[in-house]
């Protein structure tokens, strides 16, 4: 238990540089996170203007969605929302998402 706690301290001390940036946060389920990084507790990442995009009801493609919410903007569905730490698979800035 010792072990999941520091890893989620870590990995929580590593997002907080990300704070009040544009994330996506990946899930090890169907859900997609984009907003901008408000705090990371010990157990919740938390996001201000958040789209939570679920690739698995959507006909875009996960990577063509993310690069439209890059050149367009975040399409809001949430003023802000709650991700459990430990569903987090990972993370990166909005900006670092690659066009090909």
Known sequence: ????????????SEMLAFRDKEIVLDTDCTLTYIGKLLKVTG???VLADADVHDHKESSSMNEKYL????????RSNRKSVHIRLDRV????????????
């Open 89 to 100: 698979v990972s993370y990166s800035l909005l900006e670092d998402v690659m066009d090909y």
């Open 1 to 12: 238990m010792g072990t999941a706690r520091s890893t989620r301290r870590s990995l929580s």
């Open 67 to 74: 690069l439209d919410s890059k050149r367009y903007g975040i």
């Open 43 to 45: 157990h919740f990442v």
